[in-house]
T-cell receptor
Framework: EADIYQTPRYLVIGTGKKITLECSQTMGHDKMYWYQQDPGMELHLIHYSYGVNSTEKGDLSSESTVSRIRTEHFPLTLESARPSHTSQYLC??????????FGSGTRLTVV | GQQVMQIPQYQHVQEGEDFTTYCNSSTTLSNIQWYKQRPGGHPVFLIQLVKSGEVKKQKRLTFQFGEAKKNSSLHITATQTTDVGTYFCAGETTDSWGKFQFGAGTQVVVTP
């Protein structure tokens, strides 16, 4: 069973709106990640964190920001959404030397 | 920077046939992971390989890590319709500890 939760599952918003995508995990993992993925395509790392108060930008240039105030919570914020942000956003966590556990994702559409 | 390439990009397989998908890195990897993503779903971790030349099996799936730790393969025997999905490899290097580089994936379609 998934122990990493993303909300909302689907979101349609207008251009220019500010949005926050939520991600929480109950596994106590230190490492958390945000990926952007168009359907069936490659995963692009946009942000990651190795612990509380630690955040880094990934390989994909993004107009988003993240925060890591609590171990279990890693929200992603888009200050001003644009149609080019339309995509699926996947949150993941990793404990120790194991694989990533991915959330179910947020499918974002900006109109 | 590190690049992870997967081939083929698409694989059409007749049910019951075998196929192999390959993953190649431009740099030596400390370990490699494989994931499966069903259509409309999220990636699910399958396995991690760490040792040079390592081979691991999961039922009909055989995973191999190259001797030079720069390539890996996933071989599926007797393909079933449940094998449909996209298979991703992801590699980690000592320079990118904790941060895996994903390949573009192999999308598998199974014909009954």
């Amino acid at each position: 069973e998934a122990d990493i939760y993303q909300t909302p599952r689907y979101l349609v918003i207008g251009t220019g709106k500010k949005i926050t995508l939520e991600c929480s995990q109950t596994m106590g993992h230190d490492k958390m990640y945000w990926y952007q993925q168009d359907p069936g395509m490659e995963l692009h790392l946009i942000h990651y964190s190795y612990g509380v108060n630690s955040t880094e930008k990934g390989d994909l240039s993004s107009e988003s920001t993240v925060s890591r105030i609590r171990t279990e919570h890693f929200p992603l914020t888009l200050e001003s959404a644009r149609p080019s942000h339309t995509s699926q956003y996947l949150c993941a966590s990793r404990g120790g030397a194991y694989g990533y556990t991915f959330g179910s994702g947020t499918r974002l559409t900006v109109v | 920077g590190q690049q992870v390439m997967q081939i083929p990009q698409y694989q059409h397989v007749q049910e019951g046939e075998d196929f192999t998908t390959y993953c190649n890195s431009s740099t030596t990897l400390s370990n490699i992971q494989w994931y499966k993503q069903r259509p409309g779903g999220h990636p699910v971790f399958l396995i991690q390989l760490v040792k040079s030349g390592e081979v691991k099996k999961q039922k009909r799936l055989t995973f191999q890590f190259g001797e030079a730790k720069k390539n890996s393969s996933l071989h599926i025997t007797a393909t079933q319709t449940t094998d449909v999905g996209t298979y991703f490899c992801a590699g980690e290097t000592t320079d990118s500890w904790g941060k895996f580089q994903f390949g573009a994936g192999t999308q598998v379609v199974v014909t009954p």
